[in-house]
């Protein structure tokens, strides 16, 4: 059972970037199990999927979020990470990583980490 | 506004049953993409609760059950427990926004 926790700033200013990492025990992030995912989930509010990659550097995202987010892989470390630019309040949340199966959902989640965007 | 429709909340006694709808479109849900609920406990993360429309991963109680028709799908729990209060989401695939989408959420209060 693959196991996830989140790691990263718990506040960041305004305009700035904010970056998450994910590390992932119980497997591997080279190997083609899964999607290696992040979604938010501002408080008191639904779930929202931010993107994901895959084990061989394919990335989708989610267009609502424009260009500003980037996830990327570090094999080295068995993590995976997400940077947001541009924030604004509107980006606070609880953020998760996640894994999505071929199936199309969402089986594996970390417990999630909350970022306050505020200066 | 979320791209699958449901109740902001629903309620029911200890061991009625209660059915949550998910309403979806003829690019998500009508275009024959999976449906998939997660069940999320008071501050916890979400958790899978049916998958693939009607499957329950292995832990679920038979209680929990999914269903899906046309452009809209629907997870029933029958013999409602306290345990079962939580928020309830369904998920899928946009193929016109190119995306996973997600309801907007239902809370399920049991009296």
């Known amino acids: 059972q693959v196991q996830l926790q989140e790691s990263g700033p718990g506040l960041v200013k305004p305009s700035q970037t904010l970056s998450l990492t994910c590390t992932v025990s119980g497997g591997s992030i080279s190997h083609g199990d899964y999607y290696w995912t992040w979604i938010r989930q501002p408080p008191g509010k639904g779930l929202e999927w931010i993107g994901y990659?895959?084990?061989?550097?394919?990335?989708y995202y989610n267009p609502s979020l424009k260009s500003r987010p980037t996830i990327s892989l570090e094999t080295s470390k068995n993590q995976f990470s997400l940077k947001l630019s541009s924030v604004t309040a509107a980006d606070t949340a609880l953020y998760y990583c996640?894994?999505?199966?071929?199936?199309?959902?969402?089986?594996?989640w970390g417990q999630g980490t909350l970022v306050t965007v505020s200066s | 506004q979320s791209v699958l429709t449901q109740p902001p909340s629903v309620s029911g006694a200890p061991g009625q049953r209660v059915t949550i709808s998910c309403a979806g479109s003829s690019s998500n849900i009508g275009a024959g993409y999976d449906v998939h609920w997660y069940q999320q406990l008071p501050e916890t993360a979400p958790k899978v609760l049916i998958h693939?429309?009607?499957a329950r991963p292995s832990g679920v109680p038979d209680r929990f059950s999914g269903s899906k028709s046309g452009t809209s799908a629907s997870l029933a729990i029958t013999g409602l427990q306290v345990e079962d209060e939580a928020d309830y989401y369904c998920?899928?695939?946009?193929?016109?926004?190119?995306?996973?989408?997600f309801g907007g959420g239902t809370k399920l209060t049991v009296l």
């Open positions: 990659i895959y084990h061989s550097g394919t990335i």
């Open positions: 996640a894994t999505y199966v071929d199936s199309g959902f969402f089986e594996n």
């Open positions: 998920q899928s695939y946009d193929n016109s926004l190119s995306g996973v989408v």
């Open positions: 693939s429309n009607s």
